[in-house]
């Protein structure tokens, strides 16, 4: 089992930036990938950033040139620096890992960007 727990969320105007983090831990082992999901009320979840374990990187049209994921392999942490915010970034945020076989989710952690 692998357990992510994320921090970082919170309340923001727009024009501000927030990081959020996601620490992983138990059976960590070819990890493939590390990301962050977000969900908006009455929206479907959709990708915001992805980084594979060779370093490659996705983001969602909407978020590029304001956000950044990183990763530190040592610490099996996921990060990703958000500027910029908008009030259409307000969403639940979570963070995923890809194995071989299996994805885990985080709990997620709120983002809300006031106008």
């Known amino acids: 089992q692998v357990q992510l727990v994320e921090s970082g969320g919170g309340l923001v105007q727009a024009g501000e930036s927030l990081r959020l983090s996601c620490a992983a831990s138990?059976?960590?082992?070819?990890?493939?990938?590390m990301g962050w999901y977000r969900q908006a009320p009455g929206k479907q979840r959709e990708l915001v950033a992805r980084i594979s374990s060779g370093g490659t990187t996705n983001y969602a049209d909407s978020v590029k040139g304001r956000f950044t994921i990183s990763r530190d392999n040592a610490k099996n942490t996921v990060y990703v620096q958000m500027n910029s915010l908008k009030p259409e970034d307000t969403a639940l945020y979570y963070c995923?890992?890809?194995?071989?076989?299996?994805?885990?989710w985080g709990q997620g952690t709120q983002v809300t960007v006031s106008s």
């Open positions: 138990g059976s960590i082992f070819s990890i493939n990938a």
């Open positions: 995923n890992l890809e194995q071989k076989y299996l994805t885990y």
